[in-house]
Nanobody, 127 residues
Framework: MQLVESGGGSVQAGGSLRLSCAAS????????MAWFRQALGKGREGVAS???????TIADPGKGRFTISRDNAKNTLYLQMNSLKPEDTAMYYC??????????????????????WGQGTQVTVSS
């Protein structure tokens, strides 16, 4: 499976961005898709995940502001980010893995749990 992210950019605080991740194949849709981010000098952290049945998990920093969704017919994953803050500045990565990962708390997930990764898209939020 190949993953290609798009939609990153530079916005001012309070603005919005919609990230997309085009997958070559959702593996019959029975995969968990997720967004991770990595800020300069920090480790990679889970932002949001979505199971094949549509159940979503949003990490605390994004609750109330971020929405993850997927269109299985288009093999595309999305992350709608509203009310962006400077601390949201990071490289955002799309990842795919076993559907069971969608039942695991994002704070517990490790990068190595996911077998497929995109190249990342940069999000920069200025104050």
């Amino acid at each position: 499976m190949q993953l290609v992210e798009s939609g990153g950019g530079s916005v001012q605080a309070g603005g919005s961005l919609r990230l997309s991740c085009a997958a070559s194949d959702f593996g019959g849709s029975h995969v968990c898709m997720a967004w991770f981010r990595q800020a300069l000098g920090k480790g990679r952290e889970g932002v949001a995940s979505i199971r094949s049945d549509g159940i979503t998990t949003i990490a605390d920093p994004g609750k109330g502001r971020f929405t993850i969704s997927r269109d299985n017919a288009k093999n595309t994953l999305y992350l709608q980010m509203n009310s962006l803050k400077p601390e949201d500045t990071a490289m955002y990565y799309c990842a795919a893995g076993d559907d069971l990962l969608g039942r695991v708390p994002l704070t517990t997930l490790r990068s190595t749990d996911f077998g497929y990764w995109g190249q990342g898209t940069q999000v920069t939020v200025s104050s």
